[in-house]
């Protein structure tokens, strides 16, 4: 893997130096500083010359900051004459905003898309974006990896003789049906509508969930507006238990606190996909690793091997 080099901003650095360690690469320093104009500046500290550049960079909170610090590096790589460039990007913040559903509003998701396009990206690998039709804002190839496999793993650790997986909503369910059939357990899934950022209705679960044991399954959890909504109608149906499962754990305004304190939310599994803060983790958070799933792609993607085949 000598032709390879591997850079990381300021957003998870952590993620970044265990991916290296399971490639069996040094993570090469990067330099970012800041005019007094508050300008960020960037400087990759090692060669690129027609090497194969990585930057790892998940698009995690301050959002913008990180986003600016990408392109940034983009720019650094393409200019000091890297032979391909591929962001990996496990969490891709502005997936969210993937549609035009009120008036003169923008489509932030393909907007960034063609900003990392335009700064020098030529590939991007990511994990579990929002909704399918991201994938399609990239003009570059897109490797899509889920980390199903990994929460599968963690939770066939358990007796799921009576276990149900639940949906949130009715857009995430594929993935849901998915994942109950790697535990070999049967899917529920809520309907759900959303008015707004933090407010949503479900107005009832789809699905025999009464008296069972219940994993929610959602791609990312940032407020918890719609667990806690979901928890509402599955106490209503007298499940036993529930277990909280997601991959970007991104537990804005304390919801990772008020989530455990719920006494029928007996754990929250998620991958390190997003930081979270040691101060912020509590007894019943489990978090899992993507950081051997995204260095097997980086070989693959490095030695021309198919990513597609980590999921056959």
């Known amino acids: 893997m000598r032709d390879i080099a591997v850079f990381t901003g300021s957003a998870h650095p952590e993620l970044a130096t265990e991916i290296c360690q399971h490639l069996g690469v040094p993570l090469l320093p990067t330099r970012i500083s800041r005019f ?13 010359r027609e090497r194969d550049v990585f930057l790892i960079q998940p698009l995690v909170p301050p959002v913008q900051e990180h986003l600016v610090e990408l392109l ?9 004459s890297a032979g391909r460039i591929t962001v990996v990007m496990p969490h891709y913040a502005y997936a969210r905003s993937d549609k035009k559903d009120a008036p ?15 700064a020098g990206a030529g590939r991007i690998l990511a994990i579990t974006l929002h909704s399918p039709q991201v994938h399609g804002f990239f003009s570059i190839p897109v490797d899509h ?15 799921l003789a009576d276990t149900v997986v639940v949906s949130p909503d009715l857009g995430n369910a594929k993935q ?12 529920a899934a809520g309907a759900k509508q959303r008015f707004s950022d933090d407010k949503v209705v ?15 399954l959602d791609d990312e959890i940032a407020k918890g507006s719609t667990v806690f ?17 997601c991959t970007h754990g991104l537990f804005a305004s304390a919801a990772l606190r008020r989530l455990s304190a719920e006494p029928d939310v ?5 991958t390190n996909t997003v930081p979270i803060p040691t101060r912020d983790h509590t007894d019943k958070l489990t978090v899992l690793s993507v950081a051997p799933a995204l260095a097997e792609a980086m070989r693959r993607i490095h030695n021309g091997e198919s990513v597609s085949a980590l999921f056959g």
């Open 36 to 48: 007094a104009n508050d300008c960020l500046e960037v400087q990759l500290q090692a060669n690129c």
């Open 72 to 80: 940034l590096m983009l720019d650094a790589a393409r200019g000091a």
């Open 104 to 118: 003169r509003i923008s489509i932030g998701g393909r907007l960034v898309a063609d900003l990392l396009t335009t």
């Open 145 to 159: 990896l889920h980390a199903l496999r990994e929460l599968a793993t963690h939770f066939q650790g358990y007796d």
């Open 176 to 187: 849901a049906a998915a994942f109950a059939r790697m535990l070999k357990v049967p899917v």
């Open 202 to 216: 479900i107005s009832t679960v789809i699905g025999d969930v009464v008296d069972r044991d219940v994993i929610v």
């Open 229 to 245: 909504e979901l928890l509402d109608r599955l106490r209503e149906q007298k499940v036993r238990s529930v277990r909280v499962a």
């Open 266 to 270: 007996a754990e929250i599994v998620c």
